[in-house]
């Protein structure tokens, strides 16, 4: 009996000092906002970019029905 409070002491022990051991995350800077901003203009931009090449295709897909109902 104590060998297996002995084995789950020691498992326990690993588990909450592995706990703290993933990824650390970078604290927040100055320059945090400036990067936010930059992120969501090259967000939008992309964002423009799609809806274009969707309205083109919506473009073409209404000239071919057009030319087919002629």
Excluded: D
């Excluded at 990824?23 to 800077?29: A, G, V």
Aim: hydrophobic letters at 40%.
């Amino acid at each position: 009996m104590k060998q297996a409070a002995f084995l789950l002491s020691i498992v326990c022990l690993l588990v909450f000092v592995g706990c703290g051991q993933g990824e650390k995350t970078e604290k927040t800077t100055v320059n945090e906002p400036e990067k936010a901003t930059e992120m969501v203009k090259e967000k939008a931009e992309e964002a423009a970019e799609k809806a274009e090449g969707v309205a083109e295709k919506a473009e073409e897909a209404a000239e071919k029905a057009a030319e087919k109902t002629e």
